[in-house]
């Protein structure tokens, strides 16, 4: 199984800046099976980004996402304020098929 | 527009069976070709593929759940079940359903999520 870990844990930056979010697999993830998510408390997790660089429908531009094999990175180019919450990586794998998640990056206001 | 509602106790006693509904309401469970699934989310914490259903009824499981789980179709109602035995205080959550995008392995349509507590 995949092993996901994402850092940092927490990050604490100010409207305005750019954030670098990290997601490192255990093992190579095909670019086209690594997406991200945006979670607010209460609310289900939004999909941000699918295979690794293509932003889901209706996602604002300062969202981007790179990376290949085993690092892959989520940037969000000037935070808003509505941008401050948890993102999780996910990949899908095909030996066993299936689905795992990062354990998250809180995204908190400084 | 395509929306899932889950549906089921809130509350489920430790060794017992959890159940619960996801209604498909917008479009046709049957008329696309790609898999719907459960993932559950414990208080506090990160998220967890449960499994995935085909409207065929051919599914696949996360293989630490998969001894407990069994998710079923039933395309008449448009809907998609799970269920989950003996449960402990391990699977209190908020249970969600969802669906890929098309041509996606990604999560892009999602249900509001349900919390379900395991207490006595």
């Known amino acids: 199984e995949i092993v996901l870990t994402q850092s940092p844990g927490t990050l604490s930056l100010s409207p305005g800046e750019r954030a670098t979010l990290s997601c490192r697999a255990s093992q190579s993830v095909s670019s086209s099976y690594l997406a991200w998510y945006q979670q607010k408390p209460g609310q289900a997790p939004r999909l941000l980004i699918y295979g690794a660089s293509s932003r889901a429908t209706g996602i604002p531009d300062r969202f981007s996402g790179s990376g290949s094999g085993t690092d892959f990175t989520l940037t969000i180019s000037r935070l808003e304020p509505e941008d401050f919450a948890v993102y999780y990586c996910?990949?899908?794998?095909?030996?066993?098929?299936?689905?795992?998640f990062g354990q998250g990056t809180k995204l908190e206001i400084k | 527009q395509l929306q899932l509602q889950e549906s089921g106790p809130g509350l489920v006693k430790p060794s017992e069976t959890l159940s619960l509904t996801c209604t498909v309401s917008?479009?046709?469970?049957?008329?696309?070709?790609?898999?719907w699934g459960w993932i559950r989310q414990p208080p506090g914490k990160g998220l967890e593929w449960i499994g995935s259903?085909?409207?065929?009824?051919?599914?696949y499981y996360n293989p630490s759940l998969k001894s407990r789980v069994t998710i079923s179709v039933d395309t008449s109602k448009n809907q998609f079940s799970l269920k989950l035995s003996s449960v402990t205080a391990a699977d209190t959550a908020v249970y969600y359903c969802?669906?890929?995008?098309?041509?996606?392995?990604?999560?892009?349509?999602w249900g509001q999520g349900t919390l379900v507590t395991v207490s006595s």
């Open positions: 969802a669906r890929p995008m098309i041509g996606s392995s990604s999560w892009y349509l």
């Open positions: 917008g479009g046709s469970i049957s008329s696309s070709s790609y898999y």
């Open positions: 996910q990949q899908y794998g095909s030996s066993p098929p299936g689905y795992t």
């Open positions: 259903i085909y409207y065929s009824g051919s599914t």
